[in-house]
């Protein structure tokens, strides 16, 4: 059923589009159109990666809301009449989908068994899971592991308190005499257990060999991963001005 409201989703927000600069309502409606037909095509391809409970909550109060305001003009109006009964559709199929509790491909199954040490050896807590990533803290700070992106390594080190200066992995790297990228490489994709298996096996000998000091948020550990941050982000940008020309990177790139 909801292969068809796909395509009559993206008619009418195609049909809407025009319009919506000039019209809450039509920008509202265009929005929920564009929004459901998004999340129908999500739940066609059931890739693992959507967390469907927690998007279905915001979806069901979206739902809600344009009830609410728009009353009237649902009723009378069959373009967005047309809208909500396909929305209701998908967010009904929404609700019948659970998370796997080993995450995608088993990341978190493959997070608990391969950073055991972490609660083990340093005294973290595993506080919270997600499809793809996981968090563990300490009362001092915070080790966040997720899957790598094209963009960098999706990793990150933090004292709690001071939670807005996160660390990458390659910090840690090139705070260890390394200057390496942990990025996906273009074009490459993470599609089988193993796969997973072999990032996260990565991801835990870099912490092992050189995140000791800092998990452990011995003395200066954190002062000194700042300072190889900096000096790797200027260098980033520095490689940047020399191959582009100045003001081409904001250092968004580096990691």
């Known amino acids: 059923m909801i292969i068809r409201d796909v395509e009559a989703l993206r008619t009418l927000a ?14 509202d409606m265009f929005e929920a159109a564009d929004g459901w037909r998004d999340l129908a095509e999500r739940l066609i391809r059931n890739t693992g ?10 979806e069901v109060e979206l739902f809600a809301r344009l009830q609410a305001f728009y009353r009237e003009a649902l009723l009378t109006n069959p373009d967005y009449s047309s809208i909500m009964q396909a929305g209701e559709r998908v967010i009904a199929e929404g609700k019948k989908r659970r998370l796997d509790p080993d995450g995608y491909l088993g990341s978190l199954k493959i ?12 005294g ?53 005499g390394r200057s390496v990228s942990l990025a996906l490489p273009q074009g490459q994709e993470i599609t089988t257990e193993a796969d997973v298996q072999a990032w996260f096996t990565t991801v835990a000998d870099v912490l092992r060999q050189y995140g000791s000091d800092v998990i452990a948020d ?9 300072e190889a941050a900096a000096e790797r982000e200027r260098l980033y940008i520095e490689e940047c001005e020399r191959l582009y020309g100045a003001g081409t990177s904001n250092g968004s790139g580096a990691g």
């Open 14 to 27: 195609a049909k809407l589009e025009p319009g919506r600069k000039d019209s809450a309502i039509v920008n």
């Open 49 to 58: 990666r959507t967390d469907f409970p927690g998007r279905m909550q915001q």
């Open 111 to 122: 997070i608990r068994q391969t950073f055991a040490f972490l609660e083990s050896g340093f």
């Open 124 to 176: 973290l807590t595993l506080v919270r899971e997600l499809l793809t990533e996981a968090e563990y803290e300490s009362g001092r700070i915070s080790v966040r592991l997720d899957l790598p992106t094209e963009y960098d390594s999706s990793c990150q080190l933090k004292q709690l308190s001071d939670p807005a200066r996160a660390f990458a992995l390659e910090d840690l790297l090139f705070m260890g």
């Open 218 to 226: 011995r003395p200066g550990a954190f002062d000194r991963l700042g």
